[in-house]
């Protein structure tokens, strides 16, 4: 049981580059988040999704897009990198009565 | 507005002494509130919710509606406790809002 997959673990882009994050689960939850881990900011919500085919905007939106075409998979996509994306990603998944469960992260430098 | 608020960014204690990470909130509905631990270079895992009312690896935490307070705190604390820990408030199914974080640092 593999719980919350994140790919790439690492990845360094240029400005103006674009990329996918992927995030898969195998714990069949219908809710499924990405945040965005910062020194001294903790974690802020990017997007999140009630179910497949459903997205929603969370606190920090801007610069991404999210699909879920599949309900074990979630995607974070830049369209255009800035250096004020670099950071940690997470993504996370959760039933409607219990705490979420987290992937291992993705380090995003974009120089 | 719902907000969580942990006013220690970085707290060091010695290892076997009491430890107390504090965490404040504000939000005007009835509050489901989470500590969550980071281990180095590790994910970020659940360490316990209040409506559990359970003792994880020594560590308890009350909720106090009166102060809007959970704090978690350990009697003695141990090296493998040093970490980075999240405080977090869920006021909905997909609205889990996390404070900024301690870090722990347990002196041997």
């Known amino acids: 049981n593999a719980g919350v997959t994140q790919t790439p673990k690492f990845r360094v882009l240029k400005t103006g580059q674009s990329m996918t994050l992927l995030c898969a689960q195998d714990?069949?939850?219908?809710?499924m988040y990405w945040y965005r881990q910062d020194p001294g900011m903790g974690l802020r919500l990017i997007h999140y999704?009630?179910?497949?085919?459903?997205?929603a905007k969370g606190e920090v939106p801007d610069g991404y897009n999210v699909s879920r075409l599949k309900k074990q998979n979630f995607l974070l996509g830049l369209e255009s990198a800035a250096p004020s994306q670099t950071s940690v990603y997470f993504c996370?998944?959760?039933?409607?009565?219990?705490?979420?469960?987290f992937g291992s992260g993705t380090r995003l430098t974009v120089v | 507005a719902q907000r969580v608020t942990q006013p220690e960014k970085l707290l060091s204690v010695f290892k076997g002494a009491p430890v107390e990470l504090k965490c404040n909130y504000s939000y005007s509905g009835s509050p489901e509130l989470f500590w969550y631990v980071q281990y180095s270079r590790q994910r970020l895992q659940l360490l316990l919710r209040?409506?559990s009312r359970e003792s994880i690896k020594g560590f308890t935490a009350d909720l106090n509606k009166g102060e809007t307070s959970f704090h978690l705190k350990k009697p003695f604390a141990q090296e493998e406790d040093s970490a980075m820990y999240y405080c977090a408030l869920q006021t909905g199914a997909n609205n889990l809002f996390f404070g900024t974080g301690t870090r722990l640092t347990v002196i041997p």
């Open positions: 999704s009630v179910g497949e085919g459903t997205t």
């Open positions: 209040h409506i």
């Open positions: 714990m069949n939850h219908e809710y």
């Open positions: 996370a998944s959760s039933t409607a009565n219990y705490g979420y469960t």
